[in-house]
């Protein structure tokens, strides 16, 4: 009875060490992992700036554009209205009415012509105010695009900084966990690790199920596991399973857990 006692403690002590083990592991590889998404979100950042600003350009461009068409249409209007002037002159040294006639012609053309001009000056100006409506609108939002990029850089490089602290002190502490894991059971722990996705080599089961499979584990299975006697390993994922209660237990003393409560 004593020996069952103490094979029943043993187990249950290297579930604790191992799982403690994962919760230092798990969130070191959530730190690396931010640490490798950052270049990613701030190139995201930058590109979403670049573009604001060459639809700033383009926009600009247009806008020159259609100052110079304006321009244009006001010498057009100097233009005839210089010609008015010299037909005008011209009539009062002509006698004959036909040249008469033709140079009415001309002043009226040019007339015309003014008043198209003018009435395109008029609808160029309309394009460019609804334009710099449009360019003050996008100008204010690159502003605070710009502002929000500076601040989370800034705020992403203080929690590199503080990352880079916690990955030391967890780096130390896996190391100091491992060493208390019999050699075969750490070869075991870091083969499942490095052989699923998420890393997680220890798995708390709940509602009947190892946490992140969709497969339950049998009843018997389950029994096996709540009386903490042996070592169980989940034959759908290979990982090696702690029943729910056992791991709440270790997560709210763990190192990474009053590590967190302290920051």
Same mark, same amino acid.
């Given at each position: 009875?004593?020996?069952?006692?103490?094979?029943?403690?043993?187990?249950? =002590?290297?579930?604790?060490?191992?799982?403690?083990?994962?919760?230092?592991?798990?969130?070191?590889?959530?730190?690396?992992?931010?640490?490798?998404?950052?270049?990613?979100?701030?190139?995201? #950042?930058?590109?979403?700036? =670049?573009?604001?600003?060459?639809? #700033?350009?383009?926009?600009?461009?247009?806008?020159?554009?259609?100052?110079?068409?304006?321009?244009?249409?006001?010498?057009?209007?100097?233009?005839?209205?210089?010609?008015?002037?010299?037909?005008?002159?011209?009539? =009062?040294?002509?006698?004959?009415?036909?040249?008469?006639?033709?140079?009415?012609?001309?002043?009226?053309?040019?007339?015309?012509?003014?008043?198209? &001009?003018?009435?395109?000056?008029?609808? #160029?100006?309309?394009?460019?105010?609804?334009?710099?409506?449009?360019?003050?609108?996008?100008?204010?939002?690159?502003?605070?695009?710009?502002?929000?990029?500076?601040?989370?850089?800034?705020?992403?490089?203080?929690?590199?900084?503080?990352?880079?602290?916690?990955?030391?002190?967890?780096?130390?502490?896996?190391?100091?966990?491992?060493?208390?894991?019999?050699?075969?059971?750490? /070869?075991?722990?870091?083969?499942?690790?490095?052989?699923?996705?998420?890393?997680?080599?220890?798995?708390?089961?709940?509602?009947?199920?190892?946490?992140?499979?969709?497969? &339950?584990?049998?009843?018997?299975?389950?029994?096996?596991?709540?009386?903490?006697? /042996?070592?169980?390993?989940?034959?759908?994922?290979?990982?090696?399973?702690?029943?729910?209660?056992?791991?709440?237990?270790?997560?709210?003393?763990?190192?990474?857990?009053?590590?967190?409560?302290?920051?």
């Amino acid at each position: 009875m004593v020996h069952k006692i103490q094979e029943a403690v043993t187990v249950i =002590d290297k579930l604790r060490v191992l799982y403690n083990l994962q919760l230092i592991d798990s969130r070191i590889d959530e730190i690396r992992k931010f640490r490798g998404n950052i270049p990613m979100e701030i190139k995201s #950042l930058e590109e979403e700036i =670049d573009q604001m600003k060459k639809k #700033l350009e383009n926009l600009n461009e247009d806008i020159l554009y259609i100052k110079e068409n304006i321009n244009k249409q006001n010498k057009n209007i100097k233009s005839s209205d210089i010609l008015i002037k010299k037909y005008e002159k011209q009539k =009062d040294h002509i006698k004959n009415h036909k040249e008469l006639y033709s140079l009415d012609k001309e002043i009226d053309y040019q007339k015309l012509e003014i008043q198209l &001009a003018k009435k395109k000056i008029k609808e #160029l100006n309309v394009q460019i105010d609804k334009r710099e409506e449009i360019f003050k609108k996008k100008e204010y939002l690159l502003k605070n695009k710009e502002e929000h990029f500076f601040h989370k850089k800034k705020e992403l490089n203080k929690i590199l900084l503080e990352n880079d602290k916690e990955e030391k002190i967890l780096l130390e502490q896996s190391l100091c966990f491992s060493k208390k894991v019999e050699n075969g059971l750490l /070869k075991t722990y870091l083969r499942i690790r490095n052989g699923v996705k998420n890393g997680v080599a220890v798995a708390p089961v709940q509602r009947g199920a190892p946490l992140g499979s969709y497969l &339950a584990i049998t009843p018997q299975k389950y029994s096996e596991l709540i009386q903490r006697n /042996k070592l169980l390993i989940d034959e759908h994922s290979g990982r090696i399973l702690i029943d729910a209660e056992l791991a709440e237990e270790e997560k709210k003393k763990s190192f990474v857990f009053c590590y967190k409560k302290k920051l």
